[in-house]
């Protein structure tokens, strides 16, 4: 029986994990197919994941969570560590001296399924563990697993944090192991996440459990195509990623409501394809408008519903408005919530698209790491660490090789388009 196992790392990346795992926990009694992220033993059930991060903090928060049964060879952390900082700490210093330990409780996991068919990785690029132990995890996780697929589900830097400059260092030097490794990133940034809160919810006070939450709830509903309708979930990210290297996912969720919002109320199909598919919506804004190359509609209700993907107009409507095909799959569970203001509603979506959009964040990443390294601010904090220099030339090559390959396939397809034209400068 096909598995997948769950690896979180650094603090953004452990704290989704934690909620994930909540989430998967009260959804478990109606999961069908427990055996792909659980391994049972006398009538319990442990996840099949683990989490690593270079100081303990946030480690021995979840560990403190006794409403999951994880097991102990799921937590890892460096001693005396008290933050990586940079990708250089996170992949040559303390984190290359985990590394050997992190491999092997891994290893010790994977013994334990039948088959093992995907990593899901979450983790924030901007932090140093999130980006230098998330490289070298990764890259050993290919070279030992290259069969097995990694799906990672990603925080990068907001577009608001231009000032931090180590922030945008350690996500450029991510871009290596982004690109080569993973099979797909579903991309998210807390300034983006916390404006489709703010626009859904009328909160007082939006934290990081509110942002975590929907990561969780995006990644509960992929790993639900096959945790409650054993559907070959393989096949999800190969239709959003129909060309090799252009992997990159745009998200939006929704609905959001909260439990004690006295006008709650379900969207018909039409609605809710609508809202759905808002600009508005997206959990990564890009400064330029959409640009679908392809996309997947993920429904999430009890009943299958047999409007969506049976009658051509569903699908016309879509793939009109997203110039490309649309795959429509479906997770026929209920809608849980961990967190208690947030209401379950009936239906649920989300939109993920592969999106040439992108470049135009990619080229404003770019612009920020060349402003920084003109001055050649904070090498010291990577060199210094048993980094070379040409590690950072090898990243900004990425990073703009990521925006040439999404240019060329948007061009390709928008030859006649005139209503935005994409510079040269890169
Ligand atoms: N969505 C979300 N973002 C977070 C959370 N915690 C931190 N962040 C963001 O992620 C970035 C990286 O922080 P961490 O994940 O704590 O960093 P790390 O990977 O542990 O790396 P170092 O502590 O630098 O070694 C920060 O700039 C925060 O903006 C969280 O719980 N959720
Ligand atoms: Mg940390």
Known sequence: MSSALHIHIGGAGVMIGDMLWKLYEAEHNETTQKNYIYEQVDG????HAFFVDLDDRMIHEIQRNTQVQFK???FLSAKNVEDGLTYARG???PGLMIRDQALQSIRQQIEAMDRLDEFVITSSISGGTGSGFFSLLSERLYVDFGK????GFIIF?????????IGIYNAVLSFNAMNYYFDS???FDNQSMYNVIDHQLNLDFVDYKHLNNLVAQV?????GLKRFNSCDNLKFFQDVCPYPDIHYLIPSYGKLTLINDYKRKELDQGQFIKYITKKEQRLYQCPQNRRSLSTNLLLRQKELNNFYGKFNSTLKNLDHEFGQSTHIFQCTSSNYQVLPELAQMKQTGTFFSNDGSIYSRLKLLAQQYDKIFERRAFMFWYVGEGMEAKELDEGIEQVKQSMLNY???VWNRDFNSQDETYDDEY
């Open 91 to 93: 992949r040559y210093g």
């Open 72 to 74: 102990k060879n799921s």
């Open 148 to 151: 097995v697929r990694q799906n």
């Open 157 to 165: 830097p907001s577009s608001e944090m231009s000032n931090n400059a």
């Open 185 to 187: 990133i579903t991309m």
């Open 44 to 47: 319990n059930h442990h996840p």
């Open 407 to 409: 240019k060329e396939v």
């Open 219 to 223: 990644i509960s509903s992929y790993t």
